[in-house]
């Protein structure tokens, strides 16, 4: 296969109840750039998260239980600085709902959005 025609991630969709809640976690407190969005005929928003990837919130009325954990349902964001992280999460009023080390010497952080999707956040392998 031509190496032009290789897939690559783009970008992951996920359902939220509260658009506004969910842009204050993402846009806000984890500092995602806004992106442009097409006129669409429903709520959302589209996020930058680096890497020329992105993320999508669609505001739906409810959702059904979700099924999300460090060894579940989950997304990760890597960073150089995790105890800045962990510290200014704090400030806000987060909760830092596990805080560990990988057997490969990774430091792990999970915390939970507004409609309870595991946000990881981890250091670089060492």
Same mark, same amino acid.
């Given at each position: 296969? $031509?190496?032009?025609?290789?897939? /690559?991630?783009?970008?992951?969709?996920?359902? =939220?109840?509260?658009?506004? !809640?969910s842009l204050y976690f993402y846009h806000i407190l984890?500092?995602?750039?806004? *992106?442009?969005?097409?006129?669409?005929?429903?709520?959302?928003?589209?996020?930058?998260?680096?890497?020329?990837?992105?993320?999508?919130?669609? !505001?739906?009325?409810?959702?059904?239980?979700?099924?999300?954990?460090?060894? %579940?349902?989950?997304?990760?964001? !890597?960073?150089?600085?995790?105890?800045?992280?962990?510290?200014e999460l704090v400030t806000f009023g987060l909760t830092? %709902?596990?805080?560990?080390?990988?057997?490969?010497? =990774?430091? !792990? *952080?999970?915390?939970?959005?507004?409609?309870?999707? /595991?946000? $990881?956040? /981890?250091? %670089?392998?060492?």
């Open positions: 296969m $031509e190496p032009q025609s290789r897939l /690559c991630f783009h970008h992951y969709t996920i359902q =939220v109840t509260n658009l506004q !809640q984890l500092k995602f750039p806004l *992106l442009t969005r097409p006129a669409f005929d429903f709520p959302g928003a589209w996020l930058d998260i680096g890497d020329n990837r992105q993320l999508h919130l669609i !505001q739906v009325e409810s959702l059904e239980r979700i099924d999300s954990g460090s060894r %579940a349902l989950h997304f990760a964001f !890597q960073t150089n600085a995790i105890d800045l992280w962990k510290s830092i %709902a596990k805080d560990t080390i990988r057997p490969d010497g =990774v430091r !792990q *952080l999970f915390l939970f959005d507004p409609d309870g999707y /595991c946000i $990881e956040l /981890c250091e %670089a392998t060492p």
